[in-house]
C-alpha cells in the first residue's frame, strides 16, 4: 500500500515546524474550501483535512514519519533487487558444473600429453 504524501499536499517540508504545517494547511484550506470558491472541488479539501490530521498531531505525525521511512526503505530494496535481476540477465551466461568438470578434464589431459 502506497502512503499518500501529506507533506507535498500541504506544499510543506518534511522538515516543517507544527506551525509552519498550520499555515500552510490556513492557506489551501481558504484557497479550496468549496464555500469559499465555487470551482474547488470536495476531495481537494478532504485530503487537506486528512493531510493536517496527521502532520498537525504530534503522535501521529511520528507514526507516519516511521511508516514513510519503512516504504523508502523497502522501495530501496526492490530497486536494488530489480537492478541486480537486469544485470544477471544481460550479463553472459555463467559456466555449469559439467562445463566446467569438462574442461578441467581436457585441460588435464592436455597437460599429461605434454
Same mark, same amino acid.
Given at each position: 500500500?502506497?502512503?499518500?504524501?501529506?507533506?507535498?499536499?500541504?506544499?510543506?517540508? /518534511?522538515?516543517? /515546524? =507544527?506551525?509552519? %504545517?498550520? *499555515?500552510?494547511?490556513?492557506?489551501?484550506? @481558504?484557497?479550496?474550501?468549496?464555500?469559499?470558491? *465555487? &470551482?474547488?472541488?470536495?476531495?481537494? %479539501?478532504?485530503? %487537506?483535512?486528512?493531510?493536517?490530521?496527521?502532520? !498537525? &498531531?504530534?503522535?501521529? *505525525?511520528?507514526?507516519?514519519? %516511521?511508516?514513510?521511512? #519503512? +516504504?523508502?526503505? @523497502?522501495?530501496?530494496?526492490?530497486? $536494488?533487487?530489480?537492478? +541486480?535481476?537486469? @544485470?544477471?540477465? +544481460? /550479463?553472459?551466461? *555463467?559456466?555449469?558444473?559439467?562445463? !566446467?568438470? +569438462? !574442461? $578441467?578434464? @581436457? #585441460? =588435464?589431459?592436455?597437460?599429461?600429453?605434454?
Amino acid at each position: 500500500m502506497v502512503l499518500p504524501d501529506y507533506y507535498a499536499i500541504l506544499e510543506v517540508t /518534511s522538515t516543517a /515546524s =507544527l506551525e509552519d %504545517i498550520k *499555515r500552510a494547511y490556513r492557506r489551501l484550506a @481558504r484557497l479550496h474550501h468549496p464555500d469559499l470558491n *465555487r &470551482d474547488a472541488e470536495d476531495r481537494h %479539501i478532504k485530503r %487537506i483535512n486528512e493531510a493536517y490530521g496527521v502532520l !498537525g &498531531d504530534p503522535t501521529r *505525525r511520528m507514526a507516519y514519519d %516511521i511508516q514513510r521511512l #519503512e +516504504q523508502m526503505k @523497502r522501495d530501496v530494496i526492490l530497486n $536494488f533487487i530489480l537492478t +541486480q535481476r537486469e @544485470r544477471l540477465r +544481460q /550479463s553472459p551466461p *555463467r559456466m555449469t558444473w559439467k562445463e !566446467g568438470a +569438462q !574442461g $578441467f578434464v @581436457r #585441460e =588435464l589431459k592436455k597437460n599429461m600429453r605434454d
